[in-house]
């Protein structure tokens, strides 16, 4: 797609829903700079570390495995590929609130994904109705004619980067211990990208206990960081 760059003036910003390079679009939603606040959210970690079952790199490279492969990462993937793919909004929404297993998980999913509609349809004046965000995200890919496995890919990346930074905070651990268990992810990050773009609904789901149990548990902590 090519665009042509309109005028402006002094003081004004313009911006288009075409772009001439799809994949900076997709690097912009997915940047930890855009406003969904994200970082507020650790989807149930803070509860493992401190019950002490996620104390090392190791040990947070395997709960985020689990969570992808098994748990949100996965149901997310396919839930925004169906969004994309022009599923019912309303239905979709419907089973991404009804699949969390948490008060703390429906607001996480509710309040990032209004965020994300109001940012995308702000900026680049499309429409994309407020739903759970992976939803919303769905949504914004079919509005911006972005390429859906690329978009699945970064989706996931970005969930693993995020809870990944969680971790960091968390345990703690070092920047670089970070980035090596985001590292570490890119391969199931792409192969799950890879199965969400042709997975139906009744491919959706998992078997994640721990992570949903650490959710439940959340809300009872002593001390908290983060708002899941």
């Given amino acids: 797609m090519t665009t042509t760059m309109p005028r402006r003036t002094p003081g004004s910003i313009i911006t288009t829903a075409m772009t001439s390079d799809p994949q900076l679009v997709l690097h912009q939603l997915f940047s930890p700079a855009f406003p969904v606040g994200a970082f507020a959210w650790s989807h149930g970690l803070e509860t493992a570390v401190q019950e002490e079952r996620v104390t090392t790199a190791a ?25 994309a793919r022009g599923g019912d909004v309303a239905a979709l929404a419907e089973l991404a609130l009804a699949m969390a297993p948490s008060a703390e998980r429906r607001r996480e999913a509710q309040e990032q994904g209004t965020a994300l509609a109001a940012t995308v349809s702000a900026v680049w004046g499309v429409t994309v109705q407020p739903a759970p965000y992976p939803v919303a995200v769905g949504q914004a890919v079919a509005a911006l004619e972005l390429p859906l496995v690329p978009a699945l890919r970064l989706f996931l990346q970005a969930f693993a980067s995020n809870l990944a930074g969680a971790g960091v905070r968390l345990i703690p651990l070092g920047q670089t211990d970070g980035q090596r268990v985001v590292s570490a992810l890119a391969p199931l990050c792409a192969a799950l990208a890879e199965r969400a773009e042709v997975a139906g609904l009744d491919e959706i789901g998992g078997f994640a206990p721990a992570i949903d149990i650490a959710s439940q548990r959340h809300d009872m902590l002593y001390s908290r960081l983060f708002r899941s």
């Fill in 59 to 83: 040990q947070l490279q395997d709960w985020l495995t689990d969570a992808l492969e098994h748990g949100a990462g996965w149901s997310d993937a396919v839930l925004l590929s169906e969004a």
